[in-house]
């Protein structure tokens, strides 16, 4: 029985290639692609049909909103309904003092929240991927450029899905076509 693989992986030697075997990998329908250079590449993104996400600023946004109101409401509760102290006649709800620490915490629950978002956005903490065990995958932070087109779940080296894909990578003319095990 064959081991059942994650996805077929095809190694360039010029970001160009990889580009073109992106944009190709679309216009024929896969769906699941993933993309691997050792260094940004400018039309990769837009090749690969990344529209940007949204999570992370309004994550931000929000823990701002959360931090800045909580911090507000933290003040004036404490300073006028759980232990009121009249200091030199100023009224108990005297906004202008809870104005450094309401800032403070609305930077501070910003930050936090964007930290937390931008991680599962990015999947992380995720420390190890199928990819990692494909031959010369760590070519991949050097000088190499590396397309992988899923598989659906369970597929083996024999199934008619795998062949096609093998089929259409071979088609973009690869240094190499490697099966990822899953």
Known sequence: MKPRLYGLMAEF???D????AVRAARASGH???EAYAPFAVPELPEAIGFTGGRAVPRATLAGGIVGGVGGYFMQWYAATQSYPINVGGRPLHSWPMFIPVSFELTILCAAICAVVSMLWANGLPRLHHPVFA???FDLASRDRFFLCLRL???CTGDDPACQAARAFLAAQQPLAIREVPA
């Open 152 to 154: 659906p779940e369970g």
């Open 17 to 20: 290639a990889l580009v073109r």
């Open 31 to 33: 769906a699941d692609i």
């Open 134 to 136: 494909a031959p010369d």
């Open 13 to 15: 030697r010029q970001p």
